[in-house]
């Protein structure tokens, strides 16, 4: 049994012997017998009357499983293994993709072939109801498991075991993936109830014991349900639960309580239409999210720190486009990241215009004789505890020396790492440069950013956070009235040597628009040792084309 750490695993390992008699049981997981519960669960099986061997491997790797399997007798395969890593598919990058695919594809796809000339009695794939009537956030996740059935057609054709079965929701601890009560309660009303261990051990039994085909979907669905649901009814159900056909409706046309949206906001004071849409963004996220009602959520807080997943993601798109008539994209969470970014996207579409935020003034082209661009704030860090352009003239005028020994918080060991005779290879012979002592001082929860992804982090792009925010206050503008302004952000970079920490140097621009809300243009430049000065002239040049706008600071005296 592959995947045999999980909780499915368990379920049918025990199963297996106390309900279809197994004596033998080889139980791999990529851990082994350092999976957490694999001790346990193969001392239970043993108590039950079984010999279990327990081993880390890797199914996806052709040859570990190969080393594994050589003298072993099998006479049954059960294929459990899974992992999720749910995103809409503009999100899903090679490598994420990749994580689904592998212990799924991959691994059913080796054991298959190691396996064809084995005289087996079953071979049987768990696989999921994604791969059968799709699911949103889960484009991966429902190819794979939809390999999974077609391996299992495949294997039949070619007169070999085989039984695919589609999972659908599972109830239980740990087995839900990463599903949250929200997200269990947003299928339960789109018509699938969770199965339960009994259920589904029955349903195994009888997909075992029966004359069916090769790809089988276990599932527990809610008729009454489905003919309810506000969705449309996936095709392939829909011989169970007949769907009318809907009425295509034009923008501003969806029915509210009050009439349809265009007759509402018709009804109100033009100054009252963002309002209005802000109350129906937080009324549809409030439903989506499971709060008890639109209070419970902050305007102008990001989606993805009020708990708005991919999945959640998709059925506020859709709620919303139901709400509206509009057809909003499917990254609209991402694209417009608070709800009030949203409700200025909805004004802008309804009204045939984009949203302008306010206070913002629009640059316009001048002649070469007026040099509109001047610097109002700067912000640094540099060697010698400099912090702040004060400190860095002070550095100059004094002649103060800013190199230092090597920092003692960065895990180093400065021993090892010191080598004066340049003998060892990875080390340095001089022990002192030009430190950032207090780089790590970094609050990731302030800029809205998880601790373990600023672990993770380019630090130079912590340092680029801290700095953009201090620039801002010392030009007189309080930062979080950017937000949703045509305010740019040009970054100049070279290379560097943290690769290892999603140092990709190019997103540097694009992460500080995010956390500030910036929609102007968003650039990295890398020109070696002139990418300060060429950033530099290239935003002089978006103020003085237009394409970028301004703030004027109010300074009181």
């Known amino acids: 049994m592959s995947g045999a750490s999980g909780a499915l695993g368990g379920l049918f390992a025990r199963h297996l012997v106390s309900s279809y008699g197994v004596r033998g049981l080889l139980l791999v997981s990529r851990r082994g017998e350092d999976a957490p519960g694999m001790t346990d669960l193969a001392g239970e099986l043993k108590e039950l009357g079984a010999e279990v061997s327990v081993a880390a491997c890797d199914v996806a790797d052709r040859d570990a499983l190969a080393e594994l399997l050589a003298g072993v007798r099998l006479s049954a395969v059960v294929h459990v293994a899974g992992v999720l890593d749910d995103g809409v598919i503009a999100s899903l990058t090679p490598e994420r993709v990749d994580g689904v695919l592998r212990p799924k594809v991959d691994a059913a796809w080796n054991l298959h072939e190691l396996t064809r000339e084995m005289d087996l009695g079953a071979f049987v794939l768990f696989s999921s109801a994604a791969g059968v009537l799709g699911n949103a956030g889960q484009g991966s996740y429902a190819a794979a498991n939809a390999f999974l059935d077609g391996l299992a057609v495949h294997r039949r054709a070619l007169g070999l075991p085989a039984q695919s079965l589609a999972w659908g929701l599972w109830a239980g601890d740990g087995m839900a993936g990463t599903l949250n009560a929200a997200d269990i309660d947003r299928m339960r009303d789109s018509g699938v109830h969770a199965l339960t261990p009994e259920q589904g051990l029955a349903l195994f039994d009888k997909a075992t014991t029966v004359s069916a085909p090769p790809a089988l979907m276990p599932i527990d669905l809610d008729l009454a349900a489905l003919r309810s649901a506000r969705e449309d009814v996936p095709p392939l159900l829909r011989a169970l639960v007949p769907a009318g056909p809907r009425r295509r409706r034009s923008a501003g046309t969806a029915t509210t309580e009050n009439g349809t949206l265009r007759q509402r906001l018709a009804g109100l004071p033009k100054e009252e239409h963002p309002q209005a849409l802000l109350d129906l963004v937080l009324q549809r996220a409030a439903v989506v999210l499971g709060f008890p009602d639109a209070r419970a959520i902050e305007p102008e807080r990001a989606f993805r720190e009020l708990g708005v997943d991919s999945l959640a993601a998709v059925e506020l798109r859709n709620g919303l486009n139901e709400d509206t008539g509009l057809r909003l994209p ?67 005028s004094e002649g103060v020396d800013a190199v230092s020994e090597f920092p003692t918080n960065r895990g180093w060991n400065i021993e090892e790492l010191y080598d004066p005779y340049s003998e060892r290879p990875n080390t340095s012979y001089v022990k002192h440069g030009g430190f950032l002592h207090d780089a790590a001082d970094f609050d990731p929860a302030f800029f809205g950013i998880s601790p373990n992804e600023a672990l993770g982090m380019d630090p130079q792009q912590r340092l680029l956070l801290e700095t953009s925010w201090e620039v801002i206050e010392r030009a007189g503008i309080d930062p979080t009235t950017l937000k949703g302004s045509a305010t740019g952000v040009f970054a100049g970079m070279m290379y560097h040597d943290y690769a290892a920490n999603s140092g990709t140097g190019s997103i540097a621009s694009g992460r500080v628009s995010y956390v500030f809300g910036l929609e102007g243009p968003a650039v990295t430049i890398d020109t070696a040792c002139s990418s300060s000065l060429v950033a530099l002239h290239l935003a002089a040049q978006a103020l003085r084309s237009g394409s970028v706008r301004w703030r004027w600071p109010v300074v009181s005296r």
């Open 330 to 396: 499917a990254s609209l969470v991402f694209d417009y990241p608070s709800p009030v970014d949203v409700a200025r996207h909805i004004l802008g579409e309804l009204s045939g215009q984009g949203a302008v935020a306010s206070g913002a003034v629009v640059a316009t082209a001048v002649g070469l004789d007026v040099d509109p661009v001047v610097i109002v704030g700067m912000s640094c860090r540099y060697p010698g505890g400099v912090e702040t352009p004060e400190g860095l003239w002070r550095l100059v």
